[in-house]
């Protein structure tokens, strides 16, 4: 998805929520080398904020979403609990490189840069960009193209972000972007019409169409192009086995599927079939 421009240093500024799903005894700190930072827990670093994957659920304080249901079954399948950190998008690499947490679950984009100072798991889902309006939209809206002189809403500094930057590049289309901090921020204004459309993750506006008096319709989505995976250290290869041991086994048992249907409404197992991340 989500998230495909380079990482920032290490001194970026993490805030950071600790939110844990279970009750937790006090830790104690694994020697050097161990699996996680804290014995017996998993340390998941995301960004909460991004239905349907990870955002917060009616209370305001308890995370719920794809990656969080995902990231409990592969703590699980590890014998460990699950400690979820939520943390700004622009420090979430700064926060497993200062051992923050174990992990970054976070719909995030496996890219040839990343890899180059990050290990990856196999991917777990895969994602295309679409292009939502209004149902009410008297735009004329069908393709990318028809976006020019138009207002487009998009989360900053992630996938979405850069293809409407090489779409403007690439073809001179010329648009008026609006960059959001959040997603969700860029779907509220579309709803009061501020913009004319939003682009997004194709797995991300599936969470708005579904929603009851939906006001949007998807008038576009191109080819899956972006994988998602567990990001992890790398120093950690032991974890980064298990992790891949885990995704390995929830797709033979069917676990996977269930998720994707829970979430999405559908099996999305075929997403990863030609994945160059799971040879």
């Known amino acids: 998805m989500k998230k495909i421009f380079g990482t920032l240093l290490a001194s970026c500024a993490v805030v950071a ?3 844990a799903l279970t009750s937790c005894s006090k830790n104690k700190k694994v020697a050097s080398g161990g699996l996680t930072i804290e014995e017996g827990t998993l340390k ?5 904020g991004y239905p349907p994957f990870e955002y917060f659920d009616a209370d305001g304080t308890t995370p719920i979403g794809f990656d969080i ?7 699980r399948r590890l014998g460990l609990k699950v400690e979820y950190i939520d ?3 622009d420090g979430i690499f700064a926060g497993l490189d200062t ?3 174990d992990v970054i679950m976070s719909a995030m984009t496996i890219t040839e840069d990343r890899l180059a100072n990050y290990n ?9 960009q679409a292009i939502i309006v209004r149902k009410d939209s008297d735009k004329g809206i069908n393709t990318p193209a028809d976006l020019e002189g138009l207002k487009v809403g998009f989360q900053a500094e992630t996938t979405s972000d850069f293809y409407m930057r090489n ?8 648009f008026i972007a609006e960059g959001y901090d959040k997603v969700m921020n860029a779907y509220d204004d579309l709803k009061f019409k501020r913009i004319d459309a939003v682009c ?10 579904s929603e009851d008096n939906c006001e949007f319709k998807k008038v576009w989505e191109g080819v899956a192009e972006e994988f998602f995976g567990v990001c992890v250290g790398k120093n950690n290869p032991e974890l980064l086995e298990k992790v891949n041991k885990a995704l390995d086994d929830m797709i033979a048992d069917g676990t996977l599927s269930k998720i994707y249907i829970d979430i999405f409404g559908g099996d999305l197992l075929y997403t990863i079939k030609d994945s160059p991340y799971n040879k």
């Open 17 to 19: 929520l600790a939110l």
């Open 44 to 48: 998941i670093g995301v960004e909460v």
């Open 69 to 75: 249901q995902l990231g409990a079954e592969i703590a």
């Open 87 to 89: 943390t700004a998008w």
């Open 99 to 101: 051992k923050r947490y």
């Open 120 to 128: 990856f798991s196999k991917s777990y889902i895969g994602n295309a």
């Open 167 to 174: 779409l403007r590049d690439n073809t001179g289309l010329n």
């Open 200 to 209: 997004s993750d194709s797995l991300v506006a599936v969470k708005y169409l």
